[in-house]
């Protein structure tokens, strides 16, 4: 597709996910606190006149955060999004969108009522056209304006509680950079001060909802302005590597021939500047980033601090970090043992599930291999490499649901480091989405990953899944209830047989009670059943 033809795409598209939707970032949007802009199918507020959806109250959750925040009232992102709108679209059905003009991820068409599945590849698996699309892609939304979102480059209080916006355009690919620096950065408590141990999408529960959401979003943003509806992203399976095998200038960018810590001019990634990285000048200064570019792409990969990251990981870590049982754990941050997440994250050892922050495993491992803009959180995003790696992340967390199945009821609703409580609202997303409502099969979510797809199911195995599926999360309750039930039976039977040999001679009107007892022990029997 050339380019005039994206462009033009860019223009008739419909709005879609990201952060401050241009429709609500406005003074009097602000001081209504009202983020509910009018669908253009109808013209009306969320689409209301079609029945997509109305402008309602958000409902925060009310359950109890952990101990790592002490503060209240300090920090825009604490109970998202009610500093700056406490009324949104809530969408029927499969609408979605921040002005639910929009299908929920897995559903598409004009009532979003057609399933999608779509599926997500090994970037070693695309053909060598399919590879420079995807490249192609990344280069063009790193060079397209967002059409439907602005980023904040200020406070609430910056912003005179609403009546001074400050917001600014940025490019798409620098939107989900700027996103994940917001919820990642510090807080700012004035003067000088800072607290550093706060992040909405890392070190927590939430860290792989979080993510799967980004990733999610940021595909919906490549489809919308390339109108490639099949676009997924693929994925590096970076298991048992030797070195950065995508760091290569055919795909990712290969090494500056003359400074180590460059991208090889040969690849179109060594002109991409970065931006969101000098989170100490924003500290200082009590700023925000304000997406400015801050320089070339940096990356030197594996020439890192072996002691705390000798290699990148392996197959057998990774099935060890899969064994775990429990999601979450104990102070359910990086200090936590035996959880899959915290193992997965990399803030324990996984080869014993044991926090241990002065090592990086799995997930941070190969952050810090990356020796350079990959390495720093806040910035992380910069590297096109970063989605690779998260689509991979997100596959070892499908393997765990897939495997484990757990209800939702295993994700924490209370007492997780703010923001990460099941029913705690994303930051920064608008629309909205909860931490729960991504604890669950991808597939659900309308996509799937090669390397773990299963034979398709009938439309009858279908039907029965969810209730095949109930049935194996309270089968041990069902044991319990049949063996108490067998018990009882046999109790009733025994006295039921020592009433008949004493009234051997009594007359036949007694007789029908002696029917209903044996109906109602069959009975008994297919309840429990």
């Known amino acids: 597709m050339s380019l005039f033809a994206m462009g033009f795409l860019l223009v008739i598209l419909q709005p879609s996910t990201g952060q401050f939707p241009r429709a609500c970032a406005n003074t009097q949007s602000l001081l209504r606190k009202e983020c509910c802009p009018p669908w253009d199918g109808d013209g009306s507020p969320c689409g209301e006149l079609s029945s997509r959806g109305s402008c309602q109250n958000i409902l925060l959750s009310q359950a109890p955060l952990g101990p790592q925040f002490p503060f209240s009232g300090v920090d825009d992102r604490e109970d998202w999004p009610s500093v700056f709108y406490n009324r949104t679209c809530k969408c029927e059905g499969n609408f979605k969108g921040f002005n639910c003009g929009e299908c929920k991820f897995g559903f598409s068409g004009l009532n979003c009522t057609e399933r999608q599945l779509?599926?997500?590849?090994?970037?070693?698996?695309?053909?060598t056209s399919e590879k420079d699309k995807f490249l192609a892609y990344l280069n063009l939304a790193k060079n397209t304006p967002s059409q439907d979102y602005v980023i904040a480059t200020g406070t609430y209080t910056q912003m005179n509680n609403g009546s001074n916006p400050m917001f600014r355009n940025i490019n798409v690919y620098d939107l989900f950079v700027w996103m994940h620096y917001y919820a990642s950065?510090?807080?700012?408590?004035?003067?000088?001060?800072?607290?550093?141990?706060?992040?909405f999408a890392h070190e927590a529960p939430g860290f792989l909802p979080w993510h799967r959401v980004f990733l999610l979003m940021w595909e919906h943003e490549i489809r919308k302005i390339t109108g490639d509806e099949n676009f997924t992203i693929?994925?590096?399976?970076?298991?048992?590597?030797?070195?950065?095998?995508?760091?290569?200038?055919?795909?990712?960018?290969g090494r500056h021939p003359t400074n180590p810590n460059l991208l090889s001019p040969a690849s179109f990634f060594s002109s991409w500047q970065v931006i969101c990285t000098q989170s100490e000048e924003y500290n200082s200064q009590q700023a925000l980033c304000n997406a400015t570019s801050e320089g070339p792409i940096l990356r030197n990969p594996g020439n890192n601090d072996k002691s705390r990251t000798p290699r990148l990981p392996s197959s057998a870590e990774v099935e060890f970090c899969l064994s775990l049982t429990q999601y979450e754990s104990g102070s359910m941050d990086k200090m936590a043992n035996y959880s899959f997440r915290n193992t997965l994250e990399g803030f324990a050892d996984p080869r014993t599930a044991i926090s241990n922050i002065s090592q990086s495993g799995l997930h941070n491992a190969l952050h810090i291999y990356m020796n350079g803009s990959m390495s720093q959180v806040q910035g992380s995003a910069n590297d096109p490499i970063f989605v690779l790696h998260h689509a991979f992340v997100d596959s070892?967390?499908?393997?765990?649901?897939?495997r484990h199945r757990p209800m939702l009821e295993v994700y924490p609703a209370a007492n997780a480091p703010i923001g990460h409580?099941?029913?705690?609202?994303?930051?920064?997303f608008i629309p909205l989405y909860r931490n729960g409502e991504f604890f669950k099969p991808s597939r659900e979510l309308g996509y799937d990953y090669e390397y773990l797809q299963e034979p398709a199911l009938d439309s009858f195995q279908e039907f029965l899944i969810p209730y095949l599926e109930q049935a194996r999360q309270i089968w041990a309750w069902l044991v319990g209830a049949a063996v108490i039930g067998g018990i009882i039976t046999a109790v009733l039977t025994g006295l039921i047989l020592a009433c008949r040999k004493k009234k051997r001679g009594t007359s036949s009107e007694i007789q029908p009670l002696l029917i209903e007892s044996e109906d109602y022990n069959n009975i008994?029997?297919?309840?429990n059943f």
């Open 396 to 402: 070892i967390f499908e393997r765990w649901l897939r």
């Open 185 to 199: 950065r510090d807080t700012l408590l004035g003067g000088s001060s800072v607290w550093r141990d706060i992040d």
């Open 524 to 527: 008994s029997y297919q309840s």
């Open 118 to 127: 779509r599926t997500r590849r090994n970037i070693f698996q695309l053909t």
């Open 234 to 253: 693929p994925y590096w399976d970076w298991r048992d590597a030797e070195d950065c095998v995508v760091c290569t200038d055919e795909y990712m960018g």
């Open 421 to 428: 409580n099941r029913e705690n609202y994303m930051v920064p």
